[in-house]
T-cell receptor, first 114, second 113 residues
Framework: AQSVTQLDSQVPVFEEAPVELRCNYSSSVSVYLFWYVQYPNQGLQLLLKYLSGSTLVKGINGFEAEFNKSQTSFHLRKPSVHISDTAEYFCAVSDLRNTDKLIFGTGTRLQVFP | SQTIHQWPATLVQPVGSPLSLECTVEGTSNPNLYWYRQAAGRGLQLLFYSVGIGQISSEVPQNLSASRPQDRQFILSSKKLLLSDSGFYLC????????????FGQGTRLTVV
């Protein structure tokens, strides 16, 4: 079975600073990887996804993530954050043998301060 | 275009009362459907998923059940709510197979008192 670990429950950062949100996964087979964002009291919205090909994936709102197979990681980065990036971020994995479901990590709360 | 509707947005129910949350999807056929619960400090937990009418997979033993009476309708139920059932419930759909991006509803905030 797959599992997803988000090492940081909260990440505080000042506006215009860079940020990295960490995600590690565990799976015995190849996977698809996703990052979702959740604004307060709303559903989740897809930021970006890795299915195959280039390991550097660019998403919406200036975010990008890099798939590292040897380290089983899929860290999310943004070179300069805005106040509006304050939200909860979830990493998720889908098993290529069983693409019927997504398994999510516990989330990272990104708090951007002025 | 596809849309997902989830209701109600908020719900306050007494302990021991029944529960029914409904989710419907428009603009697609034979979607995979999911119920997630988000409890404070516990992230997003998959409760149930369904790949077709009448096909329900339960991920976590609990006080809840799910049903899929129609292709694009997914219902989360309980006969008797517990305090621990409080949380934020999210319905989602995906195309399945190679298209596993999930699309989420706006969620239901359930408070059991």
């Amino acid at each position: 079975a797959q599992s997803v670990t988000q090492l940081d429950s909260q990440v505080p950062v000042f506006e215009e600073a860079p940020v990295e949100l960490r995600c590690n996964y565990s799976s015995s087979v190849s996977v698809y990887l996703f990052w979702y964002v959740q604004y307060p009291n709303q559903g989740l919205q897809l930021l970006l996804k890795y299915l195959s090909g280039s390991t550097l994936v660019k998403g919406i709102n200036g975010f990008e993530a890099e798939f590292n197979k040897s380290q089983t990681s899929f860290h999310l980065r943004k070179p300069s954050v805005h106040i509006s990036d304050t939200a909860e971020y979830f990493c998720a994995v889908s098993d290529l043998r069983n693409t019927d479901k997504l398994i999510f990590g516990t989330g990272t709360r990104l708090q951007v301060f002025p | 275009s596809q849309t997902i509707h989830q209701w109600p947005a908020t719900l306050v129910q007494p302990v021991g009362s029944p529960l029914s949350l409904e989710c419907t999807v428009e603009g697609t056929s034979n979607p995979n459907l999911y119920w997630y619960r988000q409890a404070a400090g516990r992230g997003l937990q998959l409760l149930f998923y369904s790949v077709g009418i009448g096909q329900i997979s339960s991920e976590v033993p609990q006080n809840l059940s799910a049903s899929r009476p129609q292709d694009r309708q997914f219902i989360l139920s309980s006969k008797k709510l517990l305090l621990s059932d409080s949380g934020f419930y999210l319905c989602a759909w995906s195309g399945g197979a190679m298209n596993t991006e999930a699309f989420f509803g706006q969620g239901t905030r359930l408070t059991v008192v």
